[in-house]
């Protein structure tokens, strides 16, 4: 008779269960989604196994299958890995961190940049006069603010949200952008998060520059790449219901 107590058994790998089928081998990424996403997928954002050799796709599909069947909203995302946009054929990694981000309706601030992400009001005076200087011959502010209608209803007030680390890597970018791309000296780009009332400003561009026509122009392509392309999601409250804002397309060369 044996009197050894029997060993329990050494554990084994882990079964990561899939739509085709169970992987031995798995890595864990964290899944963010924004705006219109969290009223479509039932699930919380958060961490999530895979088995190796996921790409994109993939993770869209599992998502799809899971979530609530919007094919407009499904069909325009962007994907971002570790803050930086990629497309469907990106292979994930374990520890990557996947922002799923419809369209966009289009923080500590920068102190180079002159950008920022706020939840208070914004300061137009103090971003306009931080930003002039006796060279400058003209100053063109771009001020978009809450109206009290939209589609045909009345607004009651809005609420922003963002992906913020990457809504400021992005917005950086763009003031670099506009400062080598058009003859102005500098750029202060504020945007607002959180609810914000009727007629108060959601966000605020101010270009300086030696001339009118670099400064308006420069002005004008900010807020609309802004509105393209920084991950900043907007959600309009009526008297009857609410409703996230129907984004603009993400440009061709960002899209997954």
């Not at 869209?60 to 946009?85: F, K, M, Q």
């Not at 309706?105 to 706020?118: E, F, N, T, W, Y």
């Not at 008297?239 to 129907?246: L, S």
Request: aromatic fraction near 6%; glycine fraction near 6%.
């Amino acid at each position: 008779m044996n009197k050894n107590p029997p060993h329990d058994p050494e554990p084994g790998p882990t079964l990561v269960r899939l739509r085709n089928g169970y992987s031995l081998d798995s890595m864990r990424v964290r899944v963010l989604f924004f705006g219109v996403l969290n009223d479509l997928i039932p699930a919380q954002p958060g961490e999530l196994d895979l088995p190796d050799g996921t790409t994109v796709a993939a993770l869209l599909d599992h998502y799809r299958h899971h979530g609530t069947n919007h094919n407009a909203v499904w069909s325009s995302l962007a994907v971002a890995v570790n803050r930086e946009y990629v497309t469907e054929s990106r292979l994930l990694k374990d520890g990557d961190e996947v922002a799923l981000l419809p369209p966009v309706s289009g923080g500590a601030p920068d102190p180079d940049a002159r950008v920022s992400l706020v939840h208070q009001r914004i300061d137009a005076h103090t971003t306009v006069t931080g930003l002039e200087r006796p060279e400058d011959g003209a100053l063109v502010i771009f001020d978009g603010m809450v109206r009290n209608h939209s589609r045909g209803r009345r607004t009651l007030y809005l609420v922003y949200e963002a992906y913020e680390e990457m809504a400021l890597t992005q917005m950086r970018e763009l003031a670099s952008r506009a400062r080598a791309d058009f003859a102005i000296r500098d750029v202060a780009i504020v945007h607002r998060l959180g609810r914000i009332e009727i007629g108060e400003s959601s966000v605020l561009i101010a270009v300086a520059s030696a001339h009118r026509a670099a400064a308006f122009d420069a002005c004008r392509w900010l807020i609309d790449t802004l509105k393209k392309t920084v991950p900043i999601w907007k959600k309009e409250h009526f008297e009857d219901g609410a409703v996230w804002a129907d984004g603009e397309p993400f440009p061709a060369e960002i899209a997954k």
